[in-house]
T-cell receptor
Framework: SQTIHQWPATLVQPVGSPLSLECTVEGTSNPNLYWYRQAAGRGLQLLFYSVGIGQISSEVPQNLSASRPQDRQFILSSKKLLLSDSGFYLC?????????????FGQGTRLTVV | AQKITQTQPGMFVQEKEAVTLDCTYD???????LFWYKQPSSGEMIFLIY??????QNATEGRYSLNFQKARKSANLVISASQLGDSAMYFC??????????????FGSGTRLLVRP
């Protein structure tokens, strides 16, 4: 069966420090991968998505970047965190086929920038 | 423009009663999918139910049903026989056109449901 791993679960980082959040998927190949951010009490905002290795699309201009060095690995990074980068970050994946397949989400990373 | 609108920031329901969470969407794409997710306080996103734009019947999954009114562009979630464990945030989401290989989901702002004992 497919599983998605996301770590760390919580993170407190000072302003100006770098960031690296990692997401890996098991049990599937060539998935679409996504990074979402959720501000406190708000909906999910799509940040990046990837349809293949090295292919990254950005949805929102921001202080963050994403990379997909391997088929089932998706990394969210920042060189210098801002206070506004605080939030709940969720990684998700989907199959590349027509159907009713939902997006599967990781457990999320709660990032607090201080 | 908002693609997914959830107008109820918070809702209360008495245990064992039914509740309807509203969702309206905006798209010009004839092919799309509508989803509902539940997010408990732990933060995980739990898939509840899916409705395709070409589906003739309203989707049902156990106590969850989707009241799909295509002409009105609404996809309301109905939870029957509410349980205390249903207290959570609920998100409506849309995925447009299978021709778009991104398959990205666009989410509404959510509705916080509180079930009273």
């Amino acid at each position: 069966s497919q599983t998605i791993h996301q770590w760390p679960a919580t993170l407190v980082q000072p302003v100006g420090s770098p960031l690296s959040l990692e997401c890996t998927v098991e049990g599937t190949s060539n998935p679409n991968l996504y990074w979402y951010r959720q501000a406190a009490g708000r909906g999910l905002q799509l940040l990046f998505y990837s349809v293949g290795i090295g292919q990254i699309s950005s949805e929102v201009p921001q202080n963050l970047s994403a990379s997909r060095p391997q088929d089932r690995q998706f990394i969210l990074s920042s060189k210098k965190l801002l206070l506004s980068d605080s939030g709940f970050y969720l990684c998700a994946w989907q199959y590349l086929e027509v159907g009713t397949t939902e997006a599967f989400f990781g457990q999320g990373t709660r990032l607090t920038v201080v | 423009a908002q693609k997914i609108t959830q107008t109820q920031p918070g809702m209360f329901v008495q245990e064992k009663e039914a509740v309807t969470l509203d969702c309206t969407y905006d798209t010009s794409d004839p092919s799309y999918g509508l989803f509902w997710y539940k997010q408990p306080s732990s933060g995980e996103m739990i898939f509840l139910i899916y409705q395709g734009s070409y589906d003739q019947q309203n989707a049902t999954e156990g106590r969850y049903s989707l009241n799909f009114q295509k002409a009105r562009k609404s996809a309301n979630l109905v939870i029957s026989a509410s349980q205390l464990g249903d207290s959570a945030m609920y998100f409506c989401a849309m995925r447009e056109s299978w021709m778009d290989s991104s398959y990205k989901l666009i989410f509404g702002s959510g509705t916080r449901l509180l079930v009273r004992p």
